[in-house]
């Protein structure tokens, strides 16, 4: 019950920040999207269970605040990332590993440095829901299409990174997978299609 319960509040946390990110608040939206994380790293420690949603709404919220342009409360991302990273990295038969860059040194970031770390996270654990397997085809498509927006957005940030074409590959299979399991969605044959315009424009109309 306690667990279930830790799980609510971290969506109501991040269903919060959404609304204020929405209405321009960015300030409350950081605090919210931080807290959301925090209780999900009490839930993990808690129980075992559920770590599938678990992950997926600390990496919701992980995206989310890697799309502030700064952030109010440095320290308070930088503790929260540092306790995130090592939960969600070095796993076996990781593939993001090797094509992301080497990582910032969390006490003197700058915001850039945090955004793009929280990037990194968000990948990472959207890497660790999809290693655990999902529930059915829907669930199993909406995870492929979560870590494929996020490596496209990671790869407009870092687009000098030298494996970037293979980042680009990865993002490509992912939408692809999404497009598999869940074949009637639109929004994953949309996301396909930008994915393959800057290389393949005349693929990517049809």
Not at 6 to 21: D, I, P, S, V
Not at 124 to 140: E, K, Q, R, V
Not at 161 to 168: F, G, L, S, Y
Request: aromatic letters at 8%; one cysteine or more.
């Amino acid at each position: 019950a306690e667990l279930r319960v830790l799980l609510t509040l971290a969506q109501a946390h991040l269903g919060f920040g959404r609304a204020e990110l929405a209405s321009s608040f960015t300030t409350r939206a950081e605090v919210s999207f931080i807290d959301s994380v925090s209780v999900i790293l009490a839930a993990v420690d808690t129980s075992p269970g559920f770590r599938r949603i678990a992950w997926k709404t600390a990496a919701d919220a992980l995206f989310e605040l890697a799309k502030l342009a700064s952030f109010s409360d440095p320290e308070a991302v930088a503790s929260m990332l540092e306790q995130v990273l090592p939960l969600v990295t070095n796993r076996p038969q990781d593939r993001l590993s090797s094509l992301l860059a080497p990582r910032v040194e969390l006490a003197n970031a700058s915001a850039a440095g945090l955004s793009n770390t929280l990037l990194e996270a968000t990948l990472h654990a959207y890497s660790y829901c999809s290693s655990l397997g999902y529930l059915d085809d829907a669930a199993a498509a909406s995870g492929s299409y979560d870590l494929s927006v996020a490596l496209a957005s990671y790869l407009r940030r870092n687009s000098s990174n030298p494996r970037a074409e293979e980042i680009q590959k990865e993002a490509i299979r992912s939408m692809k997978d999404a497009v598999s399991w869940d074949p009637l969605n639109d929004r994953y044959w949309h996301g396909l299609g930008d994915l393959y315009f800057p290389s393949r424009p005349k693929l990517a109309q049809h």
